[in-house]
Structures are given as C-alpha cells and as structure tokens.
C-alpha cells in the first residue's frame, strides 16, 4: 500500500488527497470524537475500543497532517489533549455529510439515533445540499470533474520557479 | 478488526455506520470513480492501481451494502457495469465535502487540482456550509450531539413486537 499511498498524496484530485488524510475508519472517528469534546488519550481508547498502539499511530499522524494539535491539559495536569486545528475544524461539514447519508439509509424506521442539534433551538441541522452558483441543486448527473490536463502541474512549477 | 466492525454497523452513531460502509481509502475512490463514470472492472482497477482481489472484495461489500448496483454493459456485450443506487448517489454530498476540503487544505497555493463544475455553467458548485433551521452557519462549536439515552433501543423494540 506504500506506493499507493504515496500517490494519493499527490494526485490532482483533491478526493484522493483528502481521503489519504482521513480516510479510514479510525481517522473519521476519532475525528468525530474530538468534535464530541472527547481529547485525552484514555477517554478515546475507552470510545472506540481501539489498542493503544493503533490509537497511538493515527493520533500522530493526524497531528502531523496538521488536523489535531496537542496543547496541555486544560485541568493543570501534565498530561496533554487533543483539539482541532483550524484545518481540522473545517472537516465538521464531511461529518455532517457522514452523519445524514447514515440517518437517510442506515437505520430501520423508529430506530434511535445519535442526532446533531443547534446549541441555541436544540434542533437538527438542516439537510446538506450541494448547489451550483445560482442555488440550483447539484447531483452526479448535473455535474461533471474537469480533470487537470497531463503536464500542467509541471508547467505551472516551472512558471513560478522562473 | 472483526468485533469492532460488528459494533460499528449497529452503532447508535449514523456517523459510526456510515464510517463501516464506505470508511475505507479504496471505497470511497471506487464511489468517486463511479460517479465519474468509470463503472467497469478493468477500467476501475486501472483507475485505481488496486489489486484484482482487493478491488473485487470492496465492489461485493459495496453491492452487499445496497451501494453499488450490477447491470448489463450498455453496449450489449457480456460485461457488466457497476451503478450507483439511490443510497449510493446520495453519497454525492459527502464526495463534495472531501473534495473541497481537499481543496481548501491539501493544495498549495497555485497547484492545480481537478475541478467540479456544473453542467449547465462550468462553474464549480458553491461551498458546502452546514446551517440551522434558521440559515445560520453551524460549526461544532455551536452544536453538539444528543446521545441516545441506554436502554431506549430495546425498549422501542419491545414497543414495536408488542
């Protein structure tokens, strides 16, 4: 998976490059963890019920993607917690988009569900919505991918380098 | 892994289940690439430089999973095509979200990236933006999860066979 990896990492597609960095399953839900307010090491492995070294692993990657920051505990003690970066902040609209896909399809009728809800009417968001410049609904069919012609890349770098 | 995947699929998260479906590097590239409408085996496994066994298990779990659909080739030959369903093109806003997060962080500034446009303008679509019922932008400052309180699970289940 090395030589995959590396190429995700640098490919044009900012899907492939943002799937390199959150990707996987204990990534996204770590991620949500921290959003949940959960930031020590002991309270996540208790979450998801991961082994140490795993949950060591992704942490400091995750950190060294510049999504999570550590910074000492906010209670005086020596140990340190987890919070997001900006960068890392900017990630609450995929797990918006995470969390309705499972509401839409993931549940059985009258199942119960974990919900997200505004701080100040304690109520749902609303349903996310991609729209082009005029508000119109975008889908898959409406939409395409314009790929970055072969070449360009190198092109541009040795404009700037010029 | 095998417990933990269990526990995920019948989580009381919609992020947690949404993560065992389509978690994966390689599942959310092959939804990407379906979406582009790239739906043969040969032409994902080229796609993606994925191992013919690894491809094939992740497009069955797909299918299992009601995400991806089996049909004839369109040319009348003996192939078959891979499709989205109804749940799997409401992952549509989910593949926007990572794809302008990758853009707004994964990018340095001046390097191309393939772009979603809209087919009727061949502009990209605006940018994501979680809100309230009100409109206002919601972040997970402003919102919080409610946790299904224990136990109430099985007590709408007994509700419902009574």
Partial sequence: MGASKVALAKAPCPVARAV????????????R?????????????????LARNILTERLRTLVAQGVLETRPASDGTAYHEYALTEKGAD???????????????LF???EQHS??????????????????????????????????????????DRARQA
């Fill in 115 to 156: 919900v997200l809800l505004d701080v100040d009417g304690g109520r749902p968001l609303r349903r996310l919505q991609p729209v082009d410049v005029e508000g119109r609904p975008a889908n898959y069919r409406n939409s395409y991918v314009r790929k970055v012609p072969e070449g360009v890349e190198q092109e541009e």
């Fill in 91 to 105: 990630l609450f609209t995929i797990l918006v988009a995470l969390r309705q896909w499972g509401e839409g399809h």
């Fill in 108 to 110: 059985t009728e009258g």
């Fill in 20 to 31: 390199d960095v959150i990707g996987d399953r204990w990534s996204l839900l770590i991620i």
């Fill in 33 to 49: 963890d921290v959003f949940d307010g959960i930031c020590r090491f002991g309270a996540l492995q208790r979450s998801l019920g």
